[in-house]
């Protein structure tokens, strides 16, 4: 089964400012996603970047970008020119590319970072 | 477009009662799945279903029962509530069998079991 770790349960950074959140992933499988979502204090559940393991280039959108570290199995996530609304928790989530069955489809997810932006 | 809507967004039970939580997707999504959500923990999954007519156990299925007769609806009852079950409740759904593609969250069930 696989394993995603959050090491950081809460992270402050000024507004402005630049943070990274971390995220570890343990897998003995070679095909599979990565995700970032964020959960601000409405409950909701919004995604705010993706990565396809096969694809060596990071990938960005807009002020978020993730450095992707296969061997290490490291997803760490940037935040740039943090901003209020970034408030939230932030969740890293596997995803197997195989049908595996047996009750391991489906996000495995971290337990989080709650991210903290001060004005 | 609605996307994912899931009622009620809480509700109180006691032990021992049964409820079915309730998720509807207008994204003609064929995948369909339930995660639970518990303080100091991420999302885990209940149940899935790749399609209509298909479903299939996630990491805690015990307490749950789900069924998938159309695309649209994807409920997921609680036979005899336990305080255990005390949790937030996600539905998501993603196109296709899912797997790279993202999923789309409801806003969520709030259940409390007395």
């Known amino acids: 089964a696989q394993t995603v770790t959050q090491s950081q349960p809460e992270m402050s950074v000024q507004e402005a400012e630049t943070v990274t959140l971390s995220c570890t992933y343990d897998?003995?499988?070679?095909?599979?996603?990565l995700f970032w979502y964020k959960q601000p204090p409405s409950r909701q559940m919004i995604l705010v970047i993706r990565?396809?393991?096969?694809?060596?280039q990071n990938a960005t959108e807009n002020r978020f970008s993730v450095n992707f570290q296969k061997a290490a199995k490291s997803f760490s996530l940037k935040i740039s020119d943090s901003q209020l609304g970034d408030a939230a928790m932030y969740f890293c989530?596997?995803?197997?590319?195989?049908?595996?069955?047996?009750?391991?489809?489906?996000?495995?997810f971290g337990k989080g970072t709650h991210l903290i932006i001060q004005p | 477009n609605a996307g994912v809507t899931q009622t009620p967004k809480f509700q109180v039970l006691k032990t021992g009662q049964s409820m079915t939580l309730q998720c509807a997707q207008d994204?003609?999504?064929?995948?369909m799945s339930w995660y639970r959500q518990d303080p100091g923990m991420g999302l885990r999954l209940i149940h899935y279903?790749?399609?209509?007519?298909?479903?299939d156990q996630g990491e805690v299925p015990n307490g749950y029962n789900v069924s998938r007769s159309t695309t649209e609806d994807f409920p997921l009852r609680l036979l005899s509530a336990a305080p255990s079950q005390t949790s937030v409740y996600f539905c998501?759904?993603?196109?296709?069998?899912?797997?790279?593609?993202?999923?789309?969250f409801g806003d969520g069930t709030r259940l409390s079991i007395l």
């Open positions: 998501a759904s993603s196109p296709g069998q899912g797997y790279g593609q993202p999923q789309h």
């Open positions: 897998t003995s499988e070679s095909d599979y996603y």
């Open positions: 990565q396809e393991a096969y694809k060596q």
């Open positions: 989530a596997y995803r197997s590319a195989l049908d595996s069955g047996g009750g391991a489809d489906g996000l495995t």
């Open positions: 994204m003609n999504h064929e995948y």
């Open positions: 279903s790749v399609g209509a007519g298909i479903t």
